[in-house]
């Protein structure tokens, strides 16, 4: 679980990022959560933009993702949701 802190430090972080996963009407299916695995590999912080196709509410979404994911939610902001999972090895270093 993330502190407050840390997840002040990650919305710092993650101020510049682009959505890297575009969530559309089919919402969370396998394939969504593959590539946001593979991202979170990559990144460790990645954001995510719900499309307004999705009929899912943003904070399903974030939480189905998170879950499946095993990553964190570190912020929603509008239809955007940044997401973090501690690599290996991690190259952010959380307060």
């Keep these: 679980m993330l502190t407050?802190?840390?997840k002040g430090f990650l919305r710092g972080l993650g101020h510049n990022l682009n959505p890297v996963v575009m969530i559309g009407k089919h919402s969370v299916n396998d394939k969504v959560v593959e590539e946001v695995l593979n991202s979170l590999a990559a990144h460790e912080l990645i954001k995510v933009r719900v499309l307004e196709s999705c009929d899912a509410d943003r904070k399903e979404v974030a939480e189905n993702l998170a879950?499946?994911?095993n990553a964190?939610?570190?912020?929603i902001?509008?239809?955007t949701i940044l997401l973090y999972k501690k690599g290996d090895?991690?190259?952010i270093n959380l307060p």
């Design 89 to 91: 090895p991690p190259v």
């Design 72 to 75: 964190q939610v570190a912020q």
């Design 77 to 79: 902001l509008g239809r």
């Design 4 to 6: 407050g802190k840390q």
């Design 67 to 69: 879950t499946a994911c």
